[in-house]
């Protein structure tokens, strides 16, 4: 079951008493009183600063292991919250973040190019189009949480690649 209410105090309490709780809610950012997607996208991007200096050899296995990392996070959050998707739950908006930002790693790009690959990973995100409307509704668990992320995020990277060649 999906649940968009806020969370309770025993919710909270229960979510951050684990390491896995703190990484599910993007390390706080998913705590926002709104808009917990958006905080946790922005929250992304300052680690980001630094993980786009890896190369991209070493920045593609940061993203393998944080969303395996994902993964496990937002499936043991999700059962001490109780509920499938909490929208607290905000590390797949780092993930998928991250994957957006890829082509800035790729192609030279100005600095803009951070804001419009983070709007259009919301854009994706919010929006939701075939498959990642479908992987929302019939993916469950840790991998349901994440999934629609990281193909909102390709989706996102390909526009973004797109527009940093025509540069």
């Known amino acids: 079951m999906t649940d968009r209410k806020k969370l309770t105090a025993d919710q909270r309490r229960r979510l951050l008493a684990l390491p896995a709780g703190w990484l599910a809610c993007g390390l706080g950012s998913g705590l926002a009183p709104v808009a917990q997607g958006t905080f946790?996208?922005?929250?992304?991007?300052?680690?980001?600063l630094a993980l786009r200096?890896?190369?991209?050899?070493?920045?593609a296995l940061v993203l393998v292991l944080a969303f395996a990392m994902g993964v496990w996070a937002c499936n043991?959050?999700?059962?001490?919250?109780?509920?499938?998707?909490?929208?607290?739950?905000?590390?797949?908006?780092?993930?998928?973040?991250?994957?957006?930002?890829?082509?800035?790693?790729?192609?030279?790009?100005?600095?803009?190019?951070?804001?419009?690959?983070?709007?259009?990973?919301?854009?994706f995100d919010v929006w939701k189009p075939w498959p990642i409307g479908w992987l929302d509704g019939h993916m469950k668990g840790g991998l349901g949480v994440m999934i629609?992320?990281?193909?909102?995020?390709?989706?996102a990277a390909i526009v973004l690649a797109l527009i940093a060649i025509a540069l």
């Not at 908006?93 to 082509?103: I, N, R, S």
């Not at 629609?148 to 989706?155: E, K, N, Q, S």
């Open 148 to 155: 629609d992320d990281v193909v909102a995020g390709l989706y």
């Open 76 to 123: 043991v959050a999700g059962r001490a919250l109780g509920v499938d998707d909490h929208r607290s739950l905000v590390w797949d908006e780092f993930v998928g973040q991250w994957l957006a930002l890829l082509p800035l790693l790729l192609v030279p790009s100005p600095w803009w190019l951070v804001a419009v690959g983070f709007g259009l990973f919301r854009l």
């Open 40 to 48: 946790g996208s922005l929250a992304a991007i300052l680690p980001w």
């Open 53 to 59: 200096h890896l190369g991209v050899p070493l920045y």
